[in-house]
């Protein structure tokens, strides 16, 4: 399905503010990967297998639903909705991270987890609007 002219210039906006909102939490992670560096050798403990994993892993699948917000904005139906669902379920997944007392991931790294999952909130928030909706209705 490809999108009406009216209907892509419409969400347009909604859609550059996800882009540079993908482009933000793989800077977050960058900068969490940074700062991993730096910590795996003034204070070791503060740095294990998990956060390089999970601060690698976020930076790349951020920069992956960029290029998905692209498609999104073509008029891809499926991009839109892969995209809906992750940006809702992931902030839940971060949160039980969060509260998880036994998640291996330190106090630092819960904090750089927890502006991503606002990030991504904000995203579902636009993502799931009604206008965004109404540009990509179902098909019949």
């Not at 002219?5 to 882009?19: E, F, G, K, Y």
């Not at 290029?67 to 809702?88: K, L, P, Q, Y």
């Amino acid at each position: 399905m490809t999108l009406s002219i009216d209907r892509r210039a419409a969400v347009r906006p909604a859609l550059d503010t996800v882009r540079r909102l993908w482009w933000l939490c793989a800077a977050v992670s960058l900068i969490a990967l940074a700062a991993a560096a730096v910590l795996a050798v003034v204070d070791p403990a503060e740095v294990n297998w998990v956060v390089w994993l999970r601060g690698s892993v976020v930076a790349v699948a951020s920069l992956v639903f960029v290029v998905v917000t692209r498609a999104v904005a073509r008029g891809s139906r499926r991009a839109f909705t892969r995209m809906r669902w992750i940006s809702i379920l992931a902030p839940i997944g971060i949160g039980l991270i969060i509260v998880s007392p036994d998640s291996g991931y330190p106090l630092w790294m819960k904090i750089e987890q927890g502006l991503i999952g606002v990030l991504i909130a904000v995203i579902a928030v636009l993502l799931n609007s009604r206008q965004m909706r109404a540009a990509f209705p179902k098909e019949s």
